[in-house]
């Protein structure tokens, strides 16, 4: 099992910056990739940006060149560096962790931290 516990969310002007923080615990040895997702009222969980175990980073074409994800492995924690923010960046973000355990890959979730950027 893999526990995620996420921070740094809030209430942020447009053009503004907030950093997202997930913790990992658990069965840390067993995980592939980390990454951030995020669901806005009314919308489908979507991809913010992954990073795998080797260090291979992938990102949603809107958040290109604005967020930034990176980790810190002796801490077990991913973090995502969000500048420029707008509007449409308002969602609830979800820290997720993409492990292998008994035999199969497994997806755990953070329960979530509510980013809302005011024009």
């Known amino acids: 099992q893999v526990q995620l516990v996420e921070s740094g969310g809030g209430l942020v002007q447009a053009g503004g910056s907030l950093r997202l923080s997930c913790a990992a615990s658990g069965s840390i040895f067993s995980i592939n990739s980390m990454g951030w997702y995020r669901q806005a009222p009314g919308k489908q969980r979507e991809l913010v940006a992954t990073?795998?175990?080797?260090?291979?980073?992938n990102y949603a074409d809107s958040v290109k060149g604005r967020f930034t994800i990176s980790r810190a492995n002796a801490k077990n924690t991913v973090y995502l560096q969000m500048n420029s923010l707008k509007p449409e960046d308002t969602a609830v973000y979800y820290c997720n962790a993409a492990a292998f355990i008994g035999g199969t890959t497994r997806d755990y979730w953070g329960k979530g931290t509510l980013v809302t950027v005011s024009s």
């Open positions: 990073i795998t175990r080797g260090g291979s980073i």
